[in-house]
């Protein structure tokens, strides 16, 4: 137990730092009270861009999905860890700096967004981001200390710089029709509704509380657990056989073997995870709150992408093909202002 106290000592240091948390101050009495104080987020400024703030509270609630897929892929986290953490924050902040760099630009232009353009956006998060569960999208606000005011606030001027992008760079020329087919077929998988997308795999869960065995910590069954994907990596165990021999769910007798689940039904992080994983391949253990999981994908079953036909669809791809047409020269009118921002950076 105190291996496994030490190793949760690191990660939540590591992740005190990562989310800007810190203790609550001490009481008027300092030191004479010797009740523990609670930890809290507290809304710092991350950045400045010509002034205008950038808070610690967007950046979580952007970084918080990168942290919690990569605490399950990295559970002991190490270098690879923290390099992936480093780079996953570098560019939420990037965004965010980028995009009151266009604001500050366009700040006197007084466009407004309807609030059903925001609504709209917000559903299409809620659906590609949080596998269409709205609790989802309002526990990881809960947790990065950011009301849903303020991201109502954060969606509506990123789409006001979508907006303002559009105003200083025309549409153009309209793509050709050959174009908009070869778009099409580039990103198509883009357009489908991906809550509905269904996976197969195997599984050995293997948990952080051995039910048999009370002796067992959580470190304890960790290190079995990365024992058990090695013996079945080198070929020392079958799959089939180390999930009746060691897997504690409901399809261990099976061999680990479950039927499809559709991508709604998973947590998202696990979603994430198995299912940009390729056909055969196995990884883990991976680590949530309630232990340990090994898994290999044996089957994958997306759901269609709408024919460039549907409803909405064939503008949405004229857009993407006149975007991508514009964003070298948008490029290079963001590094310009950036040369003559003041741009001030506190994480």
């Not at 917000?122 to 200390?145: A, E, H, Q, Y």
């Not at 509704?193 to 952080?208: E, H, L, Q, T, W």
């Not at 093909?321 to 003041?342: S, T």
Request: glycine share 4%; hydrophobic share 35%; charged share 30%.
């Amino acid at each position: 137990m105190l291996a496994y106290m030490k190793y949760l000592s690191r990660s939540v240091a590591l992740l005190l730092a990562i989310f800007c948390l810190c203790p609550c101050e001490a009481d008027a009495q300092g030191r004479k009270s010797a009740r523990p104080k609670t930890p809290r987020i507290v809304n710092r400024v991350a950045a400045t861009v010509n002034g205008r703030p950038i808070t610690s509270s967007e950046v979580r609630a952007r970084l918080a999905p990168y942290v919690r897929e990569l605490s399950m892929l990295y559970p002991r986290q190490g270098p690879r860890f923290n390099a992936e953490l480093l780079k996953a924050k570098k560019a939420v902040l990037n965004e965010l700096i980028e995009r009151e760099l266009v604001l500050c630009e366009f700040e006197t232009a007084g466009l407004m967004i309807p609030e059903g353009a925001v609504n709209e956006e917000i559903n299409r998060r809620v659906l590609t981001m949080f596998n269409g569960n709205r609790d989802n999208l309002l526990d990881n606000l809960r947790k990065s200390g950011m009301t849903f005011s303020e991201y109502r606030d954060s969606v509506r001027r990123e789409l006001t710089v979508m907006a303002m992008r559009n105003s200083r760079y025309e549409r153009g020329i309209p793509p050709t029709p050959d174009e908009i087919r070869a778009e099409y077929q580039a990103t198509k998988s883009d357009y489908r509704d991906m809550s509905n997308d269904s996976i197969r795999y195997d599984k050995i869960f293997i948990p952080a509380q051995n039910p048999d065995d009370p002796n067992a910590t959580p470190e304890m069954q960790f290190v079995l657990a990365e024992q058990v994907a090695k013996a079945i990596q080198s070929g020392e165990i079958s799959f089939e056989d180390a999930a009746r021999q060691y897997s504690k769910d409901m399809h261990a007798q099976d061999g680990g073997k479950w039927p499809y689940l559709k991508r709604k039904d998973l947590a998202v992080e696990f979603a994430n995870i198995v299912f940009s994983l390729p056909h055969g391949k196995l990884t883990g253990p991976l680590v949530d709150r309630m232990g340990f999981t090994i898994v290999r994908v044996t089957g994958k079953r997306l759901a269609p992408a709408p024919s460039l036909n549907a409803r909405g669809i064939k503008e949405r791809v004229d857009d993407s093909v006149r975007r991508k047409n514009n964003e070298r020269r948008y490029r290079a009118w963001v590094e310009r202002l950036r040369e003559k921002a003041i741009i001030r950076t506190y994480i």
